[in-house]
């Protein structure tokens, strides 16, 4: 039975057993021609009003950070987009300048999934970002990623380079899309997924991909953040 935690997407796919893992598996969406052109399209619309509505947002968070500690406002890092080309994420910092070299010394500390790096009380987050982090306020430049094209609103999470190179054929499927600002790991726990749910929910968005799917998303994921579940 559909209902809005389970909608009728999830009951329309066949599943199939894969040799590595149970995931469903249909074929691939129909991404090209007018669906693409309508999802891109809403994409930078949508950024575009978002960026103008959230400007005095922006400046009041960029000062902040910038008052703190007088670090840079923003933090890049290498992710990989569609068809598997590489980008620059932009979101706000929310750590210290050095978090890199820290890194090293609290290996043994990581509760993250496959090669991410979390930790649900990491002394590297500054006191601005702890509360950006909560309320999912460091992702807004990535708004900048949508109109630049690298992104989408909604899709898969941009993976780390160290992900993909451990994926194995089927899961390359998620790169079909690009990678998205929220998704359904975004809804779905977050940080608090395994590396391979998060995968497995990523291929279940490329392959069951409509603009209501995306909508629907983007509809759950204020819930989600008010809720702050798997936030950190």
Same mark, same amino acid.
């Given at each position: 039975?559909c209902? #809005?935690?389970?909608?009728?997407w999830?009951?329309?796919?066949?599943?199939?057993?894969?040799?590595?893992?149970?995931?469903? &598996?249909?074929?691939?969406?129909?991404?090209?021609?007018?669906?693409?052109?309508?999802?891109?399209g809403?994409?930078?619309?949508?950024?575009?009003?978002? *960026?103008?509505?959230?400007?005095?947002?922006?400046?009041?968070?960029?000062?902040? =950070?910038?008052? &703190?500690? &007088?670090?840079?406002?923003?933090?890049?890092?290498?992710?990989?987009g569609?068809?598997?080309?590489?980008?620059?994420?932009f979101?706000?910092?929310?750590?210290v300048?050095?978090?890199? %070299?820290?890194k090293?010394q609290?290996?043994?500390?990581?509760?993250?999934?496959?090669?991410?790096?979390?930790?649900?009380?990491?002394?590297?987050?500054?006191?601005?970002?702890? #509360? *950006?982090?909560? #309320?999912?306020?460091?992702?807004?430049?990535?708004?900048?990623?949508?109109? $630049?094209?690298?992104?989408?609103?909604?899709g898969?999470?941009?993976?780390?380079?160290?992900?993909v190179?451990?994926?194995?054929d &089927?899961?390359? %499927?998620?790169?079909?899309?690009?990678?998205? $600002?929220?998704?359904?790991?975004?809804?779905?726990?977050?940080?608090?997924?395994?590396?391979?749910?998060?995968? %497995?929910?990523?291929?279940?968005?490329?392959?069951?991909?409509?603009?209501?799917?995306?909508?629907? =998303?983007?509809?759950?994921?204020?819930?989600?953040?008010?809720?702050?579940?798997?936030?950190?």
């Amino acid at each position: 039975m559909c209902t #809005w935690r389970q909608p009728c997407w999830m009951w329309r796919a066949r599943a199939r057993r894969s040799a590595r893992s149970p995931l469903l &598996h249909v074929g691939h969406p129909e991404l090209t021609g007018p669906k693409r052109a309508v999802k891109a399209g809403f994409d930078k619309v949508v950024a575009g009003l978002a *960026l103008l509505l959230t400007a005095p947002l922006f400046l009041l968070v960029a000062t902040w =950070i910038k008052l &703190h500690d &007088h670090g840079p406002v923003f933090f890049r890092q290498i992710r990989v987009g569609k068809d598997g080309r590489t980008f620059n994420v932009f979101k706000f910092r929310t750590m210290v300048v050095d978090a890199e %070299r820290q890194k090293v010394q609290l290996a043994a500390s990581n509760e993250g999934a496959g090669a991410l790096f979390k930790m649900r009380s990491d002394p590297r987050v500054t006191k601005p970002g702890v #509360w *950006l982090r909560r #309320w999912s306020l460091d992702e807004l430049p990535q708004l900048l990623n949508v109109l $630049i094209g690298d992104m989408s609103l909604v899709g898969p999470r941009p993976a780390l380079p160290a992900e993909v190179a451990r994926y194995h054929d &089927h899961m390359r %499927r998620r790169l079909v899309v690009k990678p998205g $600002i929220t998704g359904l790991w975004q809804v779905s726990g977050r940080s608090d997924l395994s590396w391979a749910d998060a995968v %497995r929910l990523d291929l279940r968005y490329v392959e069951n991909w409509s603009l209501a799917l995306d909508l629907q =998303i983007l509809w759950k994921t204020g819930y989600a953040v008010v809720r702050g579940s798997g936030a950190y």
